[in-house]
């Protein structure tokens, strides 16, 4: 087996693994689940990944760089503090799909037990606050935001957009998506000083 085509194998696994978890969730999948999605053996699965907390814990990190690399898009992008901030607030809106929230949300509550997932978590969530911390200093700076303490601005406006997304995957019925993104909106629109209808 090349080392090209064990990476793309990995690859390809890591991506089942992260559908799959999403699907049943850490504590109800399987390697043998996993396996089955993939269309390979299990002892396939454990050539790759030596134990299942491995797996799970590759998995998650998995998902957590395809993530990343889109903040990083966001964060080399050249245009205004605002259109990075619409941009960002589209990447992490509550509203995204249920696979994907369903990951992070099962994986936040794992991460209480699992030294890997927290690091991968907490890694995640740094990201996210630098990048939407430097958007609002620039924009602070360009005279575009009103922000008087932009760190605390930032924790706040990612603990409503992690809140609401929590609310929208664990209770579906409570609070349609549209009426969370208006929330979202609203709240970043008062820490920053500017119109809902800017963002």
């Known amino acids: 087996m090349t080392p090209g085509f064990s990476r793309l194998r990995r690859e390809d696994l890591l991506k089942t693994a992260c559908e799959v978890i999403s699907e049943q ?37 998995y998902a957590a760089r395809v993530h990343l690399d889109a903040l990083a898009d966001i964060e080399r992008s050249t245009g205004t503090p605002l259109e990075r901030l619409r941009a960002l607030l589209r990447r992490c809106s509550p509203t995204q799909t249920p696979d ?11 991460a209480m037990r699992s030294a890997d997932l927290e690091a991968t978590s907490r890694r995640i969530d740094t990201q996210g606050r630098s990048l939407l911390r430097t958007i609002i200093d620039d924009g602070v700076a360009g005279g575009l935001f009103v922000c008087p303490d932009p760190e605390a601005a930032t924790w706040r406006i990612f603990a409503v957009i992690d ?22 909106r609203t709240a970043t629109a008062a820490e920053l000083g500017v119109q809902v209808s800017d963002l």
């Open 25 to 61: 969730g850490f504590g109800h999948t399987r390697t043998v689940d996993i396996a089955r999605a993939a269309g390979v053996s299990q002892a396939l699965l454990f050539y790759h990944f030596e134990t299942k907390d491995g797996l799970f814990a590759q998995a998650f990190d």
């Open 100 to 110: 994907g929230w369903r990951l992070w949300i099962d994986a936040w509550a794992e």
């Open 163 to 184: 809140g609401l997304a929590i609310q929208i995957h664990v209770h579906p019925r409570g609070l349609s998506r549209r009426r969370a993104n208006q929330l979202v």
